[in-house]
């Protein structure tokens, strides 16, 4: 729990000693925070120049920003900045469908606010993304959680259809090797490598390699490194595809 300005830790935060931090970015208002802005220690900011300045050697901080107030240029350097710098971004906006919130998901948003929120609500917000939660619609974090299940559900499935010569080949190809790298790659022939392909290519019923990246993509990167698990069967393997992945 915040207790009071400048030396107040939450619950959770960091250590649990660290001061909860709060940037307004690029025109956002203290008041926004209400009474409360008075328990956390809130700080201006007007570009990403300064952002990274303010979070030079400072523990995470919530930056606060209202998509409506930036210029197309200054979202587009906002958002291409966003995930190296080390801040909790919330933003205000009037977005209303689940694409728009798992847009602002993909995007680094660990938050989202209606740009009308009651102070109450922003700090409630503040406090929870601070302490390592999500701030979104139940509904949009239940879709996304259902999604992710029968993804992982039918990845189960295509892990059963492929040898594990198969999936070694199509992670290397999801990691941008040709045929003649992977055959180097394996110590196996180059024809070798394109029987496996063909056969990989129609279980899948695929034709090329983009559209092997892209399925390896829509079951994520995470999903990568499991096929490679499977596909080595406990014997020594290429460090290089789990690195490049």
Known sequence: MVRSRGDSPVEGYGSGTECLRVILF???PASCLGSKRDAVETLHCEDTTHLRTLLKGFVPAVLLVDLALLTQSGRAELLKNLRPLRALPVAFSDASGDPEHEELLRMGFVGLLPRHASPETVYR???SVADGQLWFPRK???RLLRASLLRAALFEDDLNRFTPREMQILTLIGNGLNNQQIAD???ISRETVRWHVRMSYSKLGIEDRRSAREYLESVCGLKKNR???KSDGGKKGSSRSLAAG
């Open 26 to 28: 690029d025109g956002v």
């Open 125 to 127: 917000a503040v406090c």
């Open 140 to 142: 949009t974090i239940s």
């Open 185 to 187: 790659e394996l110590c």
């Open 227 to 229: 096929i490679w698990a």
